[in-house]
């Protein structure tokens, strides 16, 4: 009975936090893991004074017109809104133009959280929060 009680509390939890999500986007399909934020990049500069780096150890610094981040090398880019990887970033530190908290699970301590960045290949898209090793709460909000 105990056990019953507790799985239907398991589930009615699971439930609530997708309900709570406000979007199909923000859903974890467990097949094929956490989809990408649907939007296109940022929709416009923006530059003001909460953006400005915190003191923090190993945060993201600015530098010429780019966020700069430490980086898994081979960390896939995600094309917006898909699971499809549009290339790689083998490059570490790479730089970054904005994040995201719209996106699919994907765990750590910014569990929704993506970038927006172009991979090696020239190709635009979304890498996950958990693939950059800097504190990326620096980064404007796309």
Not at 54 to 74: E, F, K, Q, T
Request: charged fraction near 10%; include cysteine; aromatic fraction near 8%.
């Amino acid at each position: 009975m105990i056990r019953r009680i507790f799985a239907a509390a398991l589930t009615g939890a699971a439930a609530a936090a997708l309900a709570l999500s406000g979007t199909a986007v923000a859903a974890t399909r467990a097949d094929l893991g956490p989809v990408a934020p649907s939007a296109h990049g940022p929709a416009a500069a923006r530059h003001d004074a909460r953006h400005t780096l915190p003191a923090l150890a190993n945060a993201c610094w600015h530098s010429g017109s780019h966020w700069w981040c430490n980086n898994r090398s081979g960390a896939p880019v995600y094309q917006p809104g898909t699971l499809t990887v549009v290339g790689y970033m083998n490059s570490n530190p790479s730089w970054f133009v904005c994040r995201s908290d719209n996106g699919g699970h994907v765990g750590g301590p910014h569990p929704n959280r993506w970038e927006w960045t172009q991979a090696d290949n020239g190709a635009w898209g979304w890498m996950k929060d958990t693939d950059i090793a800097s504190e990326t709460n620096p980064l404007p909000v796309c």
